[in-house]
């Protein structure tokens, strides 16, 4: 299958280069009778965009998204929803000057090897420009998932080698500081970090955590298409994430029994049985548990830095590069909204697909 | 979707519990006029069959596959391949005891809330059994692969907190010794720590990783089905797994971009050029680069364990339990054919997609 | 997609040729808690299996059908339902004398030219037999459409020129005479017509129809799933279909808009509108109305006749060809079943698509 | 999986209704290196543009075509294409006299009952509107075809009980008169039929036949995605379609078996054999055996009529319906482009995907 679009019940299609008129979407198979307009996509497109701070790219880019279907006074009608954002006049000449060469790091090489032929311009279809209509998409995923009382937040826990205390995590405050961190402790820390990365003209990775609160038990399909192989697929699939981690992740791998799988208790207050740990990070077996669905992704740095780095020209012979131009020295932290929309994206698919076959009464 | 099938062009559909009268599995897509028999499906699941050491699961399954349709000849037709392994004599009543408690760790409370019943004989469907059939079907999609020079394995680098020592990497030793290291010096170390977990009725966790030769630069299908989100796909979707990393994985989020890009340099032999490290993984851009595919999955401590833990029944009041029978005490060392088989499935199916639309010349 | 599955939410994959070890099939999506046993599965396979009357092939197939998985203590859990039946003792040497040919009307030369290679013992993959397992797997469809009321009829309409009388229609009739036809009236003349053909060594086609009633209004995934579509598909990939006809079909070609679009009025009983004619054939934009779903297949005549046709062998020389061994005289006659298993197979998918966005209340 | 998409390797997503801001579709899969442009596109749409002639619906549409996404220095990248139809200045106001009713014949009562609310604009997604988008992703499958000898064209064969005479068709006259009929002598017969129909403010039906030559032997996917199963889906998923052909189609219900299936002969120019006739229609089996794929389609009379019919309101009262606005008297001739587009997209697909498994030498 081409890879332009994610889901089976709730499915989203992308198309559209950072260079080229616009980024578009379809998003298919949203319940009729919502009510959607652009004000519900904007906010999150807004918390991707480019020069929020000085930590971040300071392209200018203006992300207007446009819906130009599958709306009809003001609620979904249960047919295909066309997004647009169409691309302010991106400046390509940036790019005469590498277009004959790999960048370390890039996907310039593969995407020439695999096509026969590339778009150079800022990566194409390769670029992060592109999540702009996950973020869209996975908006309109965000708020299908609200109207069961499920909520996708994400937060940046590490940079490089800092990280939070996850004792002073606080939701409000992702929303306070440019890095979306959780503890307003790590953002001073945070932030000298990045002042001494971007002095160095470098980049650095970052560790992101997304979590769904009030998803029901019942979401996953095994055997292949559990909930979280499916997060992990969505997660894996966001530019530069390098790792995917449920619940304790790696740590797993290092745990005895006794200590890991996450014992259960009578609820005092009659409902559903509690469980005592979350090690399992809300899903056991693939299928959500109930508890709160917990997932981390680590970025790479980014590859464009301004530190001159060895390649090869498109004759293979040997060059030094230096990106210029306007890069995130931390892209990990615009993968936050990203990650969340992605993750809005497998639940709002896993919810429908689970509701198919719910409820039946046998004989 | 129901979760029975993975891939696209090259698919595995499978079924059947660990506790019915037999597991399956149909292969779709593969191509006609490749040689193949019985005999190049039983080694895979001998490797992966219990009872090979002292260190894994004492139960008998034989784990006799016929290949039922699909091969005329000794070679493929091109037509679905249909794949049976009848199940032994199981111990059911071993499972009567437990029948009403929701093992911690286990799917028991997830498949009961999804399903609204559930095959208490041994987890059924969500019993790791069910990889056997993967691992057939990971046998042919091998094949497959061998025949274009791709070559799949995996090994246990850690078990618990202890690791191997990457230095002394041999491949050939991975078949020598009950862990799949490919560490000698290691072997001593992983039997301690086992006959350590053994005694006390616990259970310990593993990291594998697998690694793909051989792999052309140009497989994956980006934007979502990138090859590493294929590959995390389809790695988390194996029991136990928590959490999966590409090339440096995890590390990445640590790292700066001075440090992480693999630089290229001309090669000196005159072919394409050569990347001076792999800490992608073998894949930038979502597309393979022609370097070694790496990927570790971290497996968690099986559940199953002889030391009473807190649980409830299905009437939601306290209870303890512990679990008898034969179980592994460390699942991560039979999770490597799977994980092997696992990446193949992947690769099989990619390679088919990535040839549907290479070799065109226009005009 | 390699194409033995069939349906999105509700699907079905089958593998297995005329003369292997056995047929099997994975039906994926059925709801858990229903109740299912072989004994609902075998009289639809009954119904399909040769030598019921002198009427169809004499060859003895038992079609003795095993559930392997996805049921426990008589009910579906909700995982993939695994279904073989094991082949009887083929008498593989009939086929000899014609492995060199390519039988005209058959898929002899297309399956070599397609795979390289191909199965000659009686069609191999594409044999009708491989419908059993369509059977199968619509058995189950049907039990869940039953649960809500859906019933799927399929009837003999005509046999070459013989037709039948509508005024005539009692679906009673359809089990009691050997060509599934609805009309008593016609069974004789179908009888002398059938007669005439097997002395003359020829075969004959016939017309299908297949009915469902009680489908409610909805279901359909417009613009390209649209219901009708669906059918089509599912109707047409049954062997030896040349066409396909919603409602009135082909004579809505002729027909002014003035006496074909199905008038409305209000329902007396105060229920839901009422439709004056069918001649949509209960669907309507693609979705179903509410009225009976109506379809017609036209099956082509056997191609094993016993009378002499040219042909050429693998090497391209000119042949005279004729089938001797068992075959159909009317292949149509069997059709009605395997007609009736696919528009299960698709309503059942439709109905869980369906589902899974209905009765969200927004706000 | 909603239904907005078709296709698996080469893949048309498409959004927009009649009277929304504009029409939107997302190409996939289409190899990279092809040449592209708008221009390659627009004749087609203009080929289905209302307003050509008398004979069809006097409405304004532009169908401007951009080509937002996938192409480089005028060649396609191998990434997702998206295109753009902004609609004009629609007369929403036209419908706001029957947004209560029930138009008979279309699909307003469907998409009411299955969203619960519905676009009444046009009849929004249910438009035909909508397959200006069809056309559109179809022309690039043309291209894609064409590059490897395959033609697909279409023709009226008949409207209402007017025929054409098969012995003077003619492919160059179906571009010369305004009801892409192949035989001149039929074109006045079909324009006196038309001029009646359109005084009685009638509506009438038409038969569509469309045929692919040059498609090699070997594609096709049984047992469920036939190349002729394919076909029918594609053609049935066409708004106003209520039947397919192939080949000899409905006849073959009435044909005997030895003047049914096809001879063949040996080649005396020394290449593939002969089939000394085309009743199949160039399936065999479901896999194209190298003859012309012939498929026909009966669309059925227009549903938007000015003679008064029953229907009732959303309140299920009794009402007459009368359509004014620009309607066409017999929307099977604009069919044929579409129907040209849905063969052209099935095949794109196909030959894909059957290039994907071949050319595998093993051992």
Redesign the interface.
């Known amino acids: 299958?081409?890879?332009?679009?994610?889901g089976?019940?709730?499915?989203l299609?992308?198309?559209?280069?950072s260079h080229?008129?616009?980024?578009?979407a379809?998003v298919?198979?949203c319940?009729?009778?919502?009510?959607l307009s652009e004000a519900d996509l904007q906010p999150d497109l807004d918390r991707r965009r480019p020069g929020q701070s000085r930590y971040t790219t300071q392209r200018r880019e203006e992300d207007r998204v446009?819906i130009?279907?599958?709306v009809?006074?003001g609620?979904t009608?249960?047919?295909?929803?066309?997004l647009?954002i169409e691309n302010g006049d991106p400046r390509s000449k940036d790019y005469a000057a590498i277009q004959d060469l790999?960048?370390?790091?890039?996907?310039d090489?593969?995407?020439l090897?695999?096509?026969?032929?590339?778009?150079y311009r800022g990566g194409?279809?390769?670029s992060a420009r592109?999540t702009a209509m996950r973020v869209a998409g996975g908006a309109i995923a965000r708020k299908l998932l609200a109207?069961v009382g499920v909520r996708v937040r994400g937060a940046v826990i590490?940079i490089?080698?800092e990280g939070i205390d996850r004792a002073a995590w606080d939701w409000d405050e992702t929303e306070r500081n440019p890095f979306f961190s959780p503890d307003a402790g790590a953002v001073p820390r945070f932030a000298a970090l990045l002042e001494e990365?971007m002095r160095?003209g470098?980049?650095?990775?970052?560790?992101v955590e997304v979590a769904a609160e009030g998803v029901?038990?019942?979401?996953?399909?095994?055997?292949?298409?559990?909930l979280?192989?499916?997060?992990?697929?969505?997660?894996?699939?966001i530019?530069a994430?390098?790792?995917?981690?449920?619940?304790?992740?790696?740590?797993?791998?290092?745990?005895?029994?006794?200590q890991?799988?996450?014992?259960?208790?009578?609820?005092p207050t009659g409902g559903?049985?509690l469980f005592?740990a979350n090690?399992?990070?809300g899903?056991?077996?693939?299928?959500?548990?109930?508890q709160t669905i917990l997932a981390r992704l680590?970025?790479?740095?980014?590859?464009?830095?301004r530190?001159p780095?060895?390649?090869?020209n498109l004759q293979?012979?040997?060059r030094e590069i230096v990106t210029h131009g306007r890069h995130d020295p931390c892209v990990?932290i615009r993968a936050v909204p990203v990650a969340e929309a992605m993750m809005a994206l497998v639940l709002g698919d896993f919810f429908?697909?689970?509701?198919?076959?719910?409820g039946?009464a046998?004989?």
Chains 1, 2, 3, 4 share one sequence.
């Open positions: 299958m081409p890879g332009d679009s994610i089976h019940l709730f499915r299609t992308t198309f559209g280069e080229g008129p616009a980024l578009g379809v298919e198979g319940p009729a009778g919502m009510p446009r130009l279907s599958g009809f006074e609620r009608t249960g047919t295909a929803i066309g647009l790999f960048r370390p790091g890039h996907a090489y593969t995407y090897k695999k096509y026969g032929l590339r778009d194409g279809r390769s592109e109207s590490a490089g080698e990365v160095a470098d980049s650095v990775g970052a560790l029901p038990a019942g979401w996953g399909e095994p055997v292949f298409d559990r979280d192989a499916a997060l992990a697929h969505a997660l894996m699939g530019n994430v390098k790792g995917v981690e449920i619940g304790d992740g790696l740590a797993a791998a290092r745990a005895w029994g006794s890991f799988a996450d014992e259960m208790a009578p609820n559903e049985p005592l090690h399992a990070g899903i056991l077996g693939g299928i959500s548990s109930g680590a970025v790479k740095p980014t590859s464009s830095i530190i780095r060895r390649t090869v293979g012979e040997a990990g429908l697909q689970h509701r198919a076959r719910q039946f046998f004989d």
